[in-house]
């Protein structure tokens, strides 16, 4: 395929359905002389079943990107595609809505209602569909399920560990069966083994109708994802699949030092 006279973005998985579709986006924060250029040009495609990493050295704009992919923000200027429709076109109510309906988040901290039990958290997702409190329960009851915490439906977040509450989260996040499930740092306040535990999980999530994409500082976990897209300076700076990798995320990062972690 001729890429001539076309911007060339890095696409791989090209065959299956493009959920996400990101052309020259900027997110300039102030003005200048002081404006900080947190994403500085990107272009990227993400399609159903893409299973991918963000990592970067802190700073570098994964935040920015994954907040502008989720919805939270707008760019600066350039086109964010969803699913086909211009979002930066869109009116505020109409993002919501797309978000409500595309969108899963995952945070680092949790961010559970402390109040509500597991379940009445999940729900908290599905509040503004058009559904009875029996459909309510029963699909937040299968999301529990899905992350292995059916039988701690009726725990408060203080009652749960730091791992069963991001799993809450991630049950959370995929209640509403999403287009794409964006996590930030998911396994950032987790330690190791519980951090696998909730890879583990992101990788059972794993279905072609669906994009998962973790921010991480972690290379032992990116090494795991199907995809790497690096960041530096608000540009990204490589995007491949594991399969098609030759040097090492530690090497990209070189300066970053030992430990399999970027700074
Ligand atoms: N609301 C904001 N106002 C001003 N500057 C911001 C804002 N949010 C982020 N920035 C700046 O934009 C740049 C990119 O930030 P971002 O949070 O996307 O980085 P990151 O790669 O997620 O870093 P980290 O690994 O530390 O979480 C940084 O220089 C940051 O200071
Ligand atoms: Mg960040």
């Known amino acids: 395929m001729s890429t001539f006279g076309m911007q060339q973005v890095n696409s791989p998985g090209l065959n299956s359905r493009n959920l996400f579709q990101l052309r020259d986006v900027y997110r300039i924060y102030g003005e ?4 900080v250029h947190a994403l500085d040009g990107v272009s990227l495609d993400i399609h159903a079943g893409d299973f991918m ?3 970067g050295p802190s700073g570098s704009g994964k935040s920015t ?6 919805c939270l923000d707008l760019p600066t200027r350039g086109s964010i595609k969803v ?3 211009e979002i930066t076109d869109l009116e505020d109510s109409e993002r919501s809505k797309m978000r409500g309906n595309s969108i899963g988040f995952v945070f680092q901290q949790f961010h559970l209602i402390p109040h509500l039990t597991a379940l009445g958290n999940v729900s908290t997702a ?3 569909r ?3 409190k029996p459909e309510i329960h029963e699909r937040s009851l299968n999301a529990l399920n899905m992350v292995g915490l059916a039988e701690r439906f009726d725990h408060r977040p203080i009652e749960m560990s730091g791992g069963e509450q991001q799993r809450v989260a991630i049950a959370r996040a995929l209640v509403t069966d999403p287009l794409m499930i964006l996590a930030d740092e998911p396994t950032g306040a987790l330690d190791t083994k519980t951090a696998k535990i909730v890879l583990d999980i992101f990788k059972n999530l794993q279905n072609e ?3 998962i994409v973790l921010v991480t500082h972690d290379l032992e976990i990116a090494e795991q994802m199907d995809r790497v897209v690096s960041m530096r300076d608000g540009k990204i700076i490589a995007d491949d699949l594991r399969s098609e990798r030759t040097d090492s995320l530690e090497d990209r990062f070189w300066e970053t030092g030992k430990g399999g972690k970027l700074e």
Not at 65 to 70: A, F
């Open 32 to 35: 200048e002389p002081v404006a």
């Open 126 to 128: 599905l509040l503004y």
């Open 130 to 132: 058009d559904l009875t």
């Open 83 to 85: 699913d086909d429709t």
């Open 53 to 55: 990493a963000i990592i």
């Open 65 to 70: 990107l994954l907040g502008l992919l989720g």
């Open 209 to 211: 109708n669906r994009a």
